[in-house]
């Protein structure tokens, strides 16, 4: 391929022991050339080398490449709630939740977006799936270079509101959309089935399809809410509604899954990400399939909820897009893709009895790939091809927690953590380089989140 001249058209060969282009079969002595913000060829070194001439090489020893996790679902905002609502069960972990969230200002939010994004950069994450509640994130993620989708979130329980609700959230779309970069959407999120009305989903769903939006929600995350949902008590119903003041609203059981609930509100279609879904049932799943929804599976914030585990074989066997997400470090702590795929693999085959039921490959696969396609966004990234953009992490297998490596999926599920990852690159622009980041501070990023921290433990 010629040269045209000019910074961009400058070609770039990565080598390493491994590359995984997740697609194909893992590559051993490969290599991955990025020309701009995209890749121009993936191959053996021998072969691309040969097909490149001209190209520089950067060689990583004991290195396995692969594209760059996609966080399907994640709230980098509330990096600063991590460690102070550990030992909860979901109802009085989200009373809590929303308490502690009254003593935040809009700059402590910032502060905590950024430790979240450096997070996410340093552990490899390249694209995220983000719920934003505050605003803060998406200038964040601009201003770090990462990738993604910014949801922002919306609530309201009370119809009467309803006009002013929505024209203020178009406003507030419309103000996002002029602020976000080049690498990033705007997506539209009402935040779950207790704390949006149906005709406020309505009216979301209506209006995610004027604008040509992607939407997403949390669903049937836990028990409190299928019985909220169905008979219409317990603590989402009661003790949530008093807090927030929607105790007068008249609200009535609607005898169904809250799936099926949804399903009623005409906001079910492939633009559709629905995050959770532990409490769903067949029923419920091939509701699910039918509308081709996609799912954004978060094993360790269920479980350390104690929600339960989302029936993924089920997601896999009817074929729905499913992909990983860390949640919020306010109940799954870390954003750490290996970890979430480490206890996807450990609680399925655990709960199944059966090593069959999920491979170390699907677990990689969910974690890029899988993430894309639940994203609608696979066009793009989720795998190291020709013509997709340059999002690629660099994993150091030098450790003895990874050596000797007979199969490089099973290394990186079984040993790797995000301490491993020592680069990450965004559209072909390096946002980590030998554990460096380069588009943030983080001793100043550390300083100013551990403030925000003792402020919120007073
Ligand atoms: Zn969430």
Known sequence: MSETGGESSKTTIYRADWVLPITEPPIADGAVAVRGDTIERVG?????????????????HHTILLPGFVNCHSHVEYAVFRGILDNRNFSPW???????????QLDDYRASSRLGVAECISSGITTLGESMYSGTSLDVLNDAGLRGRVYQEVFGMDDERLDDTLREYADLLDELEERAGKLLEVGIFPHATYTVSPKLYQALGELAAERGMKIATHLAESGAES???????????LDLREKVGWDSISHEPFG??????????????????????????????????????AVAHCPK???????????????????????LGTDSPASSNIMDMFGEMRTAIFLHR??????????????????????????SMEDQVGSL??????????VDMEHSHMTPINDPYAA????????????TMVAGRPLYERKVLKTLDFEKINAEALAVKEKLQG
């Open 227 to 237: 019985k909220y949902i169905k008979s219409g008590t317990g603590m989402l119903a």
């Open 412 to 423: 990186l599920v079984y040993g790797a953590n995000q301490e491993d990852v020592f680069f």
């Open 44 to 60: 053996t070194y021998d072969d691309v080398s040969r097909a490149l001439p001209e190209a520089e090489t950067v060689a990583f």
């Open 385 to 394: 091809e020709p013509g997709k953009q340059a999002d690629i992490i660099a």
């Open 256 to 293: 169904v899954s809250p799936v099926k609930y949804l399903q009623q509100w005409g906001v079910f279609s492939p633009d559709m990400l629905a995050v959770h879904c532990v409490r769903v049932s067949t029923k419920d799943v091939a509701i699910l399939a039918k509308y081709d929804v």
């Open 350 to 375: 655990g709960v199944n009895r059966d090593a069959d039921v999920l491979s170390t490959e699907d677990c990689v696969r969910m974690a890029t790939i899988g993430g894309a396609r639940a994203l």
């Open 94 to 104: 989200i009373l809590d939740f929303i308490e502690l969230k009254k003593g935040l």
């Open 301 to 323: 914030s269920n479980a350390k909820l104690a929600c339960g585990i989302a029936p993924l074989p089920a997601f896999m066997e009817a074929g729905l897009r499913v992909g």
